[in-house]
């Protein structure tokens, strides 16, 4: 097992790379070997995290892409075979959410919610399946939430767009096994990025969360690296339209 956590020649692409646990997704596929090609809608942030991949030796390809646009998802794809050859890794990681009740809750926000969690997932991963049944293996990893199966006040359309994907990553991974591709789920808990921030950055409520987290303690990006590379690696080889829960013991209650 010495090695297979070593993705050298493998070119992982990473959505929402730019902050949180998208960039310490792409930063732990680089310290593990493999070119990253990342990507968000803000150049700064992902050319910020590409210059960190090369200071440290890596190889990495920034393209800003807005996933909710099919032309750029198909840019995204070109960009990074062009760049690197192949695709061996996907991970559906960007995201977004609103914090708004269903009596309040604007149709477009339902909308933005289901068209970045869930169509672009299904349209860029699909676009990815084609190059990596081609190369007859790939892996494709979601970051959902425990959220796809807790429902929580004020987030029902964010909640169901995550059980959505949750769903969809079993889809794909029912369609997709007999042609090479393991498609899995990693769920975070309550993590510090920016995402959370508003109810994280309020030290009262933060306490108040970390009493219902059985590990006392809020997650940091960092720690949803691991389950990620695992499924990535040959160690996962068996596992498809599973999903791994990165929450401190969240879901235990
Ligand atoms: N933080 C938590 O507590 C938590 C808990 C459970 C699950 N998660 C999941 O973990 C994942 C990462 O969350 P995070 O907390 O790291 O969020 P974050 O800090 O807000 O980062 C989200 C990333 O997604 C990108 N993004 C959003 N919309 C996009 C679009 N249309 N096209 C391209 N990129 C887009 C953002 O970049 P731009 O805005 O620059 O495009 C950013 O890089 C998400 O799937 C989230 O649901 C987070």
Redesign the pocket.
């Known amino acids: 097992m010495g090695s297979v956590f070593n993705f050298s020649g493998k070119t992982a692409v990473v959505?929402?790379?730019?902050?949180?646990?998208?960039r310490a997704i792409a930063l732990g596929f680089a310290e593990a070997g493999a070119n990253v090609v990342l990507?968000?809608?803000?150049k700064a942030?992902i050319d910020a995290v590409a210059d960190e991949v090369r200071k440290k030796g890596g190889k990495a390809l920034p393209v800003v892409?807005?996933?909710?646009v099919h032309e750029q998802l198909e840019n995204l794809v070109g960009a990074a075979v062009a760049e690197f050859g192949r695709i061996d890794i996907l991970v559906n990681?960007?995201?977004?959410?609103f914090l708004r009740g269903l009596l309040d809750l604007r149709e477009d926000g339902w909308d933005k919610c289901f068209n970045?969690n869930v169509k672009a997932v299904w349209l860029l991963s699909r676009l990815v399946a084609r190059k990596m049944i081609e190369q007859k293996s790939g892996r494709i990893i979601n970051?959902t939430?425990?959220?796809a199966d807790k429902a929580e006040a004020g987030m029902a359309a964010y909640g169901c767009s995550?059980a959505a994907l949750k769903h969809l990553t079993r889809c794909m991974a029912k369609e997709w096994a007999a042609l090479g591709i393991n498609v899995n789920a990693v769920a975070?808990?309550?993590?510090r990025?920016?995402?959370?921030k508003p109810i994280w950055s309020n030290p009262e409520v933060e306490a108040i969360i970390c009493k219902v987290i059985p590990k006392g303690k809020i997650g940091e990006?960092e720690d949803v690296v691991g389950a990620v590379l695992f499924l990535a690696s040959d160690a996962a080889a068996y596992i498809t339209g599973d999903t791994i829960y990165v929450d401190g013991g969240t879901m235990t209650s």
């Open positions: 959505t929402g790379a730019g902050r949180g646990i998208g990507c968000s809608r803000t942030e892409t807005d996933l909710t990681n960007a995201a977004r959410s970045t970051i939430t425990v959220g995550k975070p808990g309550f993590t990025t920016d995402f959370s990006p």
